[in-house]
């Protein structure tokens, strides 16, 4: 493992939130963040601009130093940095990303110059990197952090602000349900996003469900007793698993809520059956555990079937546009009427998070802040522009 020293400024928008996103990135994308100094305020350098707000981390990677720079350059676009640069000359920008050190390596290429050419000359990159490598030797100048500082010919001021900078270790919420349409994608980003937080994953037991393929050979016979078996399973699973939190992991992600039996049910029940099932429903429902937040991942009608053929089960090939239209309009009647309930639509239907990581990270993002906003329903389109 190589070890990789970053600086991170910003003086648009949010200049607080946009370096934690570059956290995120940066340990999403780079290697694994270990070190993180306090966030300095100066004022911005040979222009006329915002002040910044600028830090340093020190990152543990595989990645080679051009490797590293294609990363930092792509965390730059994702973040509305569309283009760098090619003078000398400073500008306002939403996140600048600088390779300033990788190990002791000396490196002068026409991309790429290690150590960043400019250190012993910035306070705002001393001071972080004084926070946490004081003692390291700049490989060129043979001088320490320390010293350079003390040395640096830069007269500006640069305060030290109260803005911590962390790693998300964890997820905000105690329980999420990740909800959506046939082929929508749950079970895989349910299964990726428990993974990377640590989080115990609960995942619908649908394959072992011996009525299924024979309801869509025939959904009328098989209606009611495909939805009974469906609402017991999910209320047995999700009582077991919500009851005993595993003590090594701190949330539980769940790629369904209970709630959808009721919404299933609803287009395929006939009108005396449904009104017993949701009798049935409502007993139970009373007592399980509601999740803090409630995503549900809609792709439109097309993108579904395609996913659907994709992906070949062979008994859901006869699925039609029309019943993935309802299931929609069922799952949209609820969260209309659940006022309670934390939702946040992540509309993906121009997007493949599968092939392209950049996208699944601006889901997660998402995710990530959504604790922040007072509305009980958010919608976010994800796309090139989502952030």
Known sequence: ????????????????????????????????VEKISSVYSSEALGFEGADFLNACLLVKTDLSPEKVLEQTQKIEKILGRHQKSKDKIYHNRVIDIDILYFNDLILDTKDLQIPHPEIAHRNFVLRPLNDILPDKIHPVLQKNHKELLTLSPDKSVVQKTKYPLEVPK?????????????????????????????????????????????????AKRYAFPLEMSFLADRYQQLSDDLAQYDLFKTSVVSDYFVFKSLIFSKVTLSDEEYSLYKKIFNFMYKDLVKPDLYIYLYQNVDRLLENIKKRGRSYEQSIKAEYLTQIHEGYMNFIKTQKDLNVLILDISDIDFVKNPEYYHKMVHTILTHHTQKEHLVIKKINKHSI
């Open 1 to 32: 493992m190589n070890t990789l020293t970053l600086g991170i400024g910003s003086n648009l928008g949010n200049r607080h939130q946009n370096l934690l996103d570059a956290v995120y990135y940066i340990a999403s994308f780079v290697g694994e």
């Open 170 to 218: 964890q997820i905000p919420y105690n329980f999420i349900a990740i909800e959506g349409n046939i082929g929508a994608g749950k079970t895989t980003f349910s299964s990726r996003f428990a993974e990377e937080f640590n989080a115990k994953l609960v995942l619908e037991r649908f394959e072992e469900n011996p009525f299924l393929p024979k309801f869509y050979e025939d």
